[in-house]
């Protein structure tokens, strides 16, 4: 009788094992936390210790809801260091209800109707001779640069560039590539 429990507890020790390393073979750690790719962009996106700005002015901009929806969507997330770029006060500035219109126009910016995965952002700068132009859901452009073997910056409407530092964080409703600086629309 012993036996049969030793082995029912070294059978169940072992499932949950390789359960735990089965569903940690699929994550990408980001800002601290594993990112699940059966969780959506705001469950993965609130477990980053990288993203505590972006997850804020996401909740201000009441897109929630939005980068919560089926998508799919791909989505740029800039980091807190990334916002720390910006003139001082800007963020508190946006984040307050009277400029919601820009801060929403801000973030939709970096955000892209449909998966784009590494590979097919690579694709489409080789397509473009060294670049590529997407369309954000905020209805403006925003260009891919190839700048070298698996490194894509990203070009906004005034001319800066951001760097992807992490490629393919996959969630159950699109992709997040981290950033780390602040995309701006016209």
């Known amino acids: 009788m012993k036996t049969l429990i030793r082995t029912a507890i070294c059978a169940s020790i ?35 210790k990288d993203h505590t700005t972006l997850v804020a002015a996401v909740k201000a901009a009441g897109l929630v809801d ?6 799919p969507f791909t989505v740029f997330a800039p980091t807190d260091a990334a916002f720390g770029k910006l003139p001082a006060g800007t963020v508190a500035n946006l984040v307050k209800p009277e400029n919601k219109a820009t801060l929403t126009s801000i973030l939709t910016y970096h955000v892209v109707a ?26 403006q452009a ?25 490629y393919d964080v996959q969630q159950k409703n699109g992709v997040i590539d981290v950033i780390d600086t602040v995309l701006m629309p016209k």
């Open 114 to 139: 449909g998966k784009y995965e590494m590979k097919d952002l690579e694709k489409l700068i080789k397509q473009g001779g060294g670049k590529a132009e997407l369309k954000t859901v905020n209805g």
């Open 14 to 48: 072992l499932f949950s094992t390789a359960s735990m390393a089965a569903m940690m073979s699929d994550t990408t750690m980001v800002g601290g936390a594993a990112m699940y790719p059966s969780k959506n962009i705001v469950e993965n996106a609130v477990n980053s």
């Open 66 to 71: 939005t980068l919560q929806s089926k998508g």
């Open 142 to 166: 925003l260009w891919l640069i190839g700048n070298g073997p698996h490194n894509i910056q990203l070009k906004d409407a005034k001319g800066d560039v951001a760097n992807i530092s992490t």
